[in-house]
């Protein structure tokens, strides 16, 4: 039986929906469960909260969005 336990809060979880990414958060934490068949480590399942942060570099000369609106008013 495939198995999920949340390392945040302890909750655990059962059955092969674990399998698709989509069920492998913690609800109740919204941390990537650790899923486990037959008491083997299977996979770190997948949570959108646990996403890398992405920076991109910007071309020489160009003006960080946050430095071009530093000071101004935006009207409708």
């Known amino acids: 039986m495939i198995e999920g336990k949340c390392y945040k809060c302890g909750r655990i979880y059962y059955g092969w929906a674990l399998l698709e990414p989509c069920n492998q958060s913690c609800p109740q934490c919204g941390i990537g469960l650790l899923i486990t068949e037959d008491g083997k480590k299977t996979i770190h399942g997948y949570s959108p909260f646990e996403a890398e942060e992405y920076k991109i570099k910007l071309p020489p000369g160009a003006v960080p969005d946050s430095e ?9």
């Open 68 to 76: 071009q609106t530093k000071g101004k008013t935006v009207t409708e």
